[in-house]
């Protein structure tokens, strides 16, 4: 379906708790994810949780990727919001998924801002 | 579902695009949606493309608002991953839908981190 932007969500499941306590570890996947799937980097945002977890935020000049791990449950959510056609996130889902060396995991691809409904909302607002 | 996160995808079109290309207003209208749906902001980052769109992300305490704006499409994409009750995404979206003058829209709420999953994993893991 056309649309302005493509974002994946990946769930990645039994990864290695110890790798998604570190905040240093988690800062340099996030950003050769980044580099690797062809994203412009603009800034990056890591935040530390008490006891455990680490929140990160990439900015690129395609949109966003953001990690969220839960240690306590192996678990950790990769989003991955991109526009064009030059950056390929799932570079970044095998990339991301080998680091944290996850045993299990998927992703789901949903259409943002699709051409048809803005199509659809400027005929009505035109109405 | 029982999952960890909440995952929230709000899809805002026919929206006044001076107000999506205006980084002062988007950034205001982030961090007051994310006050008044009850999050602890921890830090924000906010960036004007040229020749339009702005892009922002406010981490939170319960994990990330982001945004992504197409003035020349009337449309932004902002997402919501929160995680525990004490946050109500839904609050957000009504603000910012009126903020951004939004009259068409619609959101999707995905489970991040299902429960489930995790339990199927942590028994593959062990067996």
Not at 85 to 98: H, Q
């Amino acid at each position: 379906m056309a649309s302005l932007g493509q974002h994946f969500l990946f769930e990645l499941y039994d990864c290695n708790p110890d790798i998604l306590d570190d905040i240093e570890a988690i800062k340099d996947i996030m950003l050769a994810a980044a580099g690797k799937s062809g994203a412009t980097i603009l800034n990056n945002f890591l935040h530390k949780f008490s006891p455990q977890g680490v929140s990160g935020v990439v900015i690129i000049a395609e949109s966003h990727i953001a990690i969220h791990t839960w240690p306590e449950n192996s678990y950790a959510g990769v989003d991955f919001f991109t526009c064009g056609s030059r950056v390929n996130p799932l570079v970044a889902y095998e990339y991301i998924k080998a680091k944290l060396e996850s045993r299990y995991s998927n992703y789901t691809k949903l259409a943002r801002g699709k051409t048809q409904e803005i199509e659809r909302a400027a005929e009505w607002s035109s109405a």
